[in-house]
């Protein structure tokens, strides 16, 4: 059993773009980080926020020209905007904090550290605060430990203390001038709840094949699920989506799950921008039972 999960911003919309747009350029961003993060972690499972890449280097964008402008704005997708424009379109990104009447927690900030004495334009300080409501805090990064325990606490107040230890005094030097710090705290109850006692033990299956005993929580619902193949007439050819969503619908988790004796690695190259929009618009709601790795 081989997992790949997506979390999908659902109904996050932006107000200044039309939604496809937002989607579509969140997706590209997901697949193309994926994929440079696999290469580089062929072992490991991999945990990153396209929320947070875009934001940050959204933030960097601001104090770039030249070729370094252009590249970053091609890497995010936004060659097809107006200079400028896209820093509407990432406040709004900024900006997806819940509202009382949301049914989950979602909270994302920003901050910059500034070695003291080094100068940064008051008009690029400005921009950071309107577009990405960042906190601008002047450092010592020769004290790297008491500024890698400043940051750790502002990342900690940040996402309910599920985060510790994000940085560490190895990560700042001498040559450290400006860090980027960005933040995002999620949380969300299922629509349909797992329940406790439903959990089972079962075997997982590993990237090397092997297999472990780990607690799988259970449930049978309607869910939105489909069937896909990768192209090839091999039997373990068809590979499942499975969408489940959080209370509210406006987010939800698609997980992807290939056949027992096809691994990972084999589905992997198949994901794109838009084969994850194809999984979205043709998964039906039907009944499932759905095992998860707790």
């Known amino acids: 059993m081989y997992f790949l999960g997506l979390l999908s911003l659902l109904a996050l919309q932006s107000k200044a773009f039309k939604t496809s747009f937002l989607d579509e350029t969140i997706t590209e961003l997901s697949v193309n980080v994926y994929n440079q993060l696999r290469a580089a972690r062929e072992d490991e499972n991999i945990l990153f926020s396209p929320l947070s890449i875009a934001i940050a280097m959204g933030m960097v964008e601001l104090g770039a020209h030249g070729t370094t402008l252009k590249e970053i704005r091609h890497s995010l997708g ?44 008051d008009k690029f300080l400005q921009l950071v605060k309107k577009y990405f409501k960042a906190e601008v805090e002047n450092v010592d990064f020769g004290q ?35 860090a980027l710090i960005n933040a995002i705290y999620f949380k969300g109850n299922w629509k349909s709840q797992f329940r406790p006692e439903n959990t089972r033990t079962f075997s997982f299956t590993k990237d090397d094949e092997s297999e472990v005993q780990i607690p799988m929580m259970y449930q049978q619902g309607e869910f939105y ?48 921008a838009s084969l994850i929009n194809e999984w979205a618009n043709s998964v039906k709601k039907q009944k499932v039972e759905v095992y998860l790795p707790r």
């Open 78 to 121: 936004f060659d097809s905007l107006k200079n400028g424009e896209e820093f509407t379109f990432l406040k709004d990104l900024s900006d997806m904090a819940a509202t009382e009447e949301s049914h989950y927690v979602l909270n994302v900030a920003n901050s910059l550290y500034v070695q003291n004495g080094f100068h940064i334009s």
């Open 144 to 178: 790297s430990a008491a500024v890698a325990t400043q940051i750790n606490k502002w990342v900690e107040n940040h996402t309910n203390n599920m985060i510790k230890d994000f940085v560490s005094s190895g990560d700042f030097g001498a040559l450290t001038h400006l």
């Open 225 to 272: 699920y489909g069937e896909f193949s990768d192209g090839s007439n091999e039997a373990g050819g068809i590979y499942q989506v499975l969408e489940i969503p959080y209370e509210g619908d406006e987010i939800s988790m698609m997980i992807v799950l290939s056949r027992q004796e096809v691994p990972l690695v084999s589905l992997e190259p198949l994901v794109k």
